[in-house]
């Protein structure tokens, strides 16, 4: 059988955390339009006029440090940094996470369905201190990591067979087409891919 299980074309980094001038959270789950996160009135992103805000002792912070720790907060469950509300900096996590589920749940369908109604609290506590490296490979992270477990589901198990018997993923690098035939296995399904063309042998129950 052959399949498309391949990077698709929305794959793209859109729940990054990304801060913009402002430090507001947007619809779409980025910081650059909607709620403010600071705590000081008047003030965008809770700084004092200027791009600064104080550390203890008075020493001056700078707006690029500020918004580097607030992105730290959001993507990798840093603690809040002082001028910024905590409350509104942790709905802004939330909303990032659930964004990211929603994007990666798009590329790993099977992955998805097979964790059901776990699958939103599943990906938020496995994603919550992971920065996103992009829905294609947040997805075959969290799948290797739960086969390595022995909790990945099995129609989940013929999802990543036949995506590493078609690319090549090292964990660190974008996945590249595999150029040579290849046979891979997860939860009792095996996947052999020759010039490009995909067959999957069990699984998918």
């Known amino acids: 059988m052959t399949t498309g299980l391949g990077p698709r074309s929305g794959d793209r980094l859109g729940s990054e955390g990304r801060l913009g001038s402002e430090g507001r959270l947007g619809s779409e789950g980025r910081l650059g339009s909607g709620d403010r996160l600071g705590s000081e009135p008047g003030v965008a992103g809770g700084g004092r006029e200027g791009g600064h805000a104080e550390q203890p002792g008075g020493a001056p912070r700078s707006l690029a440090t500020r918004q580097a720790e607030l992105v730290e907060a959001l993507t990798r469950g840093k603690p809040v940094p002082p001028g910024f509300d905590a409350l509104k900096v942790d709905a802004a996590r939330v909303a990032l996470l659930r964004k990211r589920a929603g994007e990666v749940a798009r590329q790993w369908p099977m992955l998805s369905a097979g964790l059901g109604d776990r699958w939103k609290a599943s990906f938020s506590s496995w994603a919550a201190e992971r920065p996103t490296q992009g829905s294609l490979?947040?997805?075959?992270?969290?799948?290797?990591?739960?086969?390595?477990?022995?909790?990945?589901?099995?129609?989940?198990?013929?999802?990543?067979?036949?995506?590493?018997?078609?690319?090549?993923?090292d964990g660190s690098s974008a996945p590249r087409a595999r150029r040579g035939p290849a046979v891979r296995s997860a939860v009792g399904t095996v996947a052999v891919q020759v010039a490009g063309r995909t067959w999957v042998i069990g699984g998918r129950t």
């Open 137 to 169: 490979r947040d997805g075959w992270d969290l799948a290797r990591d739960l086969r390595r477990k022995r909790e990945l589901p099995a129609i989940a198990g013929a999802e990543l067979a036949e995506r590493e018997a078609r690319w090549s993923y």
